[in-house]
C-alpha cells in the first residue's frame, strides 16, 4: 500500500515528528487513533502514513518545510509494527525515483535514528520536478520490508524563498543542548579565518547534562543550506579524540556565503540523540 501526495499540507503548521511528541506530553488529545486497512494503527492525524508492502510495519511521515520540492530536502518519521510497538535499531534505506523517465537520485541520503522508532533523513536531493516515489525500507532481524509514498506533482523550488528571513531570530550559539536533552555540545573554530572554499576545522566537546565530560562518543555530521537547499560538497568526519569530551572534526567546507546549519547525531553508550548549530559564513 502506498500513499499519494495531494499537495495539501496546511494542516501540519510546521510540526516535526518530534515536536509532535513534545505536545503529546502538554496535550493528549493531539493523539490520533485510526486503525488502517492493513491492521496497523495510524497515530498522528496530520502525517502521512503508508503500511509496508506486505503489512509488517506502519510509516508515518512528516516532510520539513510542509513538502517536498527540487533541491535539498528533508523528512522526519516514525515506524509501528502490527502490535503498535515503536520499531528502533532498525536497518533503513531511503531511495526515490521518477515514475516517467527511470531517473534516480543523484545522491545517497544522511539517515539519522532518534531513538524509540524515529528517524530523520536529510539530503533527498531532488533534482527534477515531476513525478516521484519516495521508498523507504527497513530491516529488523529476519524481517524486511519496503513502505512507498507517492508525490505525483514535485515542483521547483522557489530560490527566492527564505532570503528574506530576519537573522535576529535565528540562534547561533554555538554552545547547544540535544534535543532529547542528553548532551550539552559546543564548539570553536581551529580554523583562521573562516574562509568559502576552504577546509575548516572544528574543535568539538560533549558533555552529559551533568556536566560530564563525553569520551569514545560515535558522531556522524552534516551541513546544510536551508535557503538554497543543497548540502556540503564534502562529508565532515571526527578525526582526532582529544580526551575530556573533545573531537576534532575535519573535511567541513563551505561552499558559499549565508546561513549554513550543522547537525551532529551523537551515540554514547547506547545513548543517542541529536544537536543543531546555525552560523553565517562571509
Known amino acids: 500500500m502506498f500513499y499519494t501526495y495531494t499537495g495539501n499540507r496546511n494542516r501540519l503548521q510546521n510540526l516535526s515528528i518530534a515536536g509532535i511528541l513534545v505536545l503529546l ?6 493523539l490520533y487513533s485510526d486503525a488502517t486497512e492493513s491492521g496497523i494503527t495510524k497515530h498522528y492525524e496530520h502525517s502521512l502514513f503508508a503500511t509496508t508492502a506486505t503489512g509488517i510495519y506502519g510509516v508515518e511521515l512528516l516532510i520539513v518545510g510542509h ?7 528533508v523528512i522526519e518519521f516514525i515506524i509501528h509494527d502490527r502490535d503498535d510497538r515503536d520499531v528502533s535499531d532498525a536497518e533503513i534505506g531511503v531511495t526515490a525515483e521518477m515514475v516517467d523517465d527511470n ?4 545522491n545517497k541520503p544522511i539517515i539519522l535514528e532518534w531513538g524509540e522508532g524515529l528517524y530523520r533523513v536529510e539530503d533527498i536531493l531532488l533534482d ?8 523507504i525500507s527497513i530491516r529488523k532481524g529476519e524481517n524486511k520490508d519496503i513502505a512507498t509514498f507517492d508525490f505525483p506533482d514535485i ?7 527564505g532570503k528574506n528571513t530576519s537573522t535576529a531570530t535565528i540562534d547561533t550559539s554555538t554552545t547547544q543542548i540535544s534535543k532529547k536533552n542528553l548532551f550539552i555540545v559546543s564548539y570553536a573554530y581551529e580554523t583562521d579565518p ?4 576552504n577546509y575548516v ?4 566537546r560533549v558533555m552529559s547534562t551533568t556536566e560530564r565530560p563525553i569520551d569514545d562518543a560515535w558522531i556522524k555530521i552534516s551541513g546544510d543550506m536551508p535557503a538554497h537547499g543543497h548540502g556540503m560538497p564534502t562529508q565532515p568526519e571526527v578525526t582526532e579524540e582529544l580526551g ?3 573531537y576534532i572534526i575535519d573535511g567541513i567546507k563551505y561552499s558559499m556565503p549565508g546561513h549554513w546549519t550543522i547537525s551532529m547525531q551523537i551515540t554514547s553508550q547506547g545513548q543517542k540523540d541529536n544537536v543543531t548549530f546555525n552560523l553565517f559564513v562571509k
Open 25 to 30: 506530553l502538554m496535550s493528549p488529545s493531539i
Open 67 to 73: 513538502t517536498l520540492s527540487t533541491g535539498n530536502n
Open 103 to 106: 531517473h534516480h537520485l543523484v
Open 128 to 135: 527534477k520536478p515531476g513525478h516521484w516515489k519516495l521508498n
Open 155 to 161: 515542483k521547483e523550488r522557489d530560490i527566492n524563498a
Open 194 to 197: 573562516v574562509l568559502v572554499g
Open 201 to 204: 576545522k572544528l574543535k568539538l
Open 244 to 246: 575530556n569530551g573533545y
